[in-house]
């Protein structure tokens, strides 16, 4: 009879137990995540620019304007922040605070970092003949193009070892893919290949490309082109991401006199500003769901997330911001 009783009670701790361990109160607590939100841009008028960072609406100056200083384009890889910057006529790579000259003569359009390497695209500014696209990988400059007809390299995406690279030559928009270049457009319109993102295998380009006396916005998936705009006003596609099997697009529509910043998702279009000032969308990040857009109202640099502004300068000087990257990180840490 001891012996049952004994049995039987250590079955009622065991449910017991496992009773108490299922409880919510018991349960481990999901982590909290909180986002760092960097923009960069410039601020300031032509020939005195510096060259901004905003992280989490907090201005840096990253080049003032003695250096007549533009950023394009930003980047995050764990703990360090990447800038591709151009002073004057020279390309700068920024990482933390501290800035490397990849080549005088040259000015950058994008920065990646993959696989431990840092990519970096833009254009050679030769003193005679023309623009040359080009491709930095950590720091050693690759020629894209000949040099025989205008080119630039605007935007550049690594996806496991493949190096994609989205700019123009001449009339022509173009996609690299590993330096071998593939032509979006036939070139008897003028057209431009701007930022490039690629997904489960799909390669994204946003761009633009001459339709009568129009610019019509473009998006091209794997070399087909979707028209974004109807080429009644004048558009362009500056940036490209995709997330959860949806394609965001920013850029511009004008509407009556005014550049109206544009979001197209999955084609449909967005307006983020109201016409009443010139406004353009530069870059587009998804983060958890929100979308987060940087570009420029007005005089202001901005950043909307999910539609709703927010003003990154006081609109004193001219200012613009380029690009936008968001990071998560655990509440609480730095």
């Known amino acids: 009879m001891k012996r049952k009783s004994l049995k039987t009670m250590a079955m009622c701790i065991i449910a017991a137990a496992g ?15 909180e986002y760092d939100v960097y923009v960069v841009g410039e601020e300031g008028k032509l020939g005195e620019l510096a060259a ?10 990253l080049a003032d304007k003695s250096k007549n200083a533009q950023a394009h384009s930003v980047f995050v890889d764990k703990e360090d922040v990447y800038v591709a910057i151009h002073e004057r006529v020279k390309a700068v790579l920024w990482k933390n605070g ?8 040259a000015i ?27 491709l930095w990988k950590n720091g050693e400059a690759i020629k894209l193009t000949d040099g025989k007809e205008w080119s630039a390299a605007w935007s550049v995406f690594v996806d496991k070892d493949d190096v994609y690279v989205a700019g123009y030559k001449g009339s022509k928009a173009l996609l690299w893919k590993n330096g071998e270049a593939s ?6 319109k003028w057209a431009v290949a701007r930022s490039v993102y690629v997904s489960d295998g799909d390669v994204y380009v946003a761009g633009w490309e001459k339709k009568g006396e129009k610019n019509v916005a473009k998006l091209w998936k794997n070399g087909k082109a979707t028209e974004l705009s109807d080429g009644k006003e004048d558009a362009a596609a500056f940036a490209v991401f995709v997330a959860d099997g949806n ?8 509407e009556g006199d005014k550049q109206v910043a544009k979001l197209w998702k999955n084609g449909e279009a967005t ?11 530069r870059s587009v990040f998804v983060a958890s769901s929100d979308v987060y857009v940087a570009g420029r109202e007005g ?19 001219e200012a613009t911001a380029c690009s936008v990257y968001v990071v998560r990180r655990e509440a609480g840490k730095k």
């Open 52 to 61: 901004m960072l905003w992280k989490n609406g907090e201005a840096t100056v």
């Open 299 to 317: 005089y202001k640099a901005m950043l909307w997330k999910n539609g709703e502004a927010t003003e990154l300068s006081d609109g004193k000087k």
């Open 183 to 188: 032509e979006l457009s036939d070139g008897s």
């Open 19 to 33: 009773f108490l361990a299922c409880k919510p109160g018991n349960a481990p607590e999901e982590p909290k995540y």
């Open 271 to 281: 307006a983020l500003t109201n016409g009443k000032r010139e406004a353009v969308a």
């Open 98 to 105: 501290k800035t490397t000259e990849l080549e005088d003569g």
């Open 247 to 254: 394609v965001y697009v920013a850029g511009y529509e004008k």
């Open 108 to 134: 950058l359009h994008s920065v990646f970092v993959a696989n431990g390497k840092v990519y970096t695209a833009g254009h050679r500014v030769p003193e005679k003949n023309y623009t040359i696209a080009m």
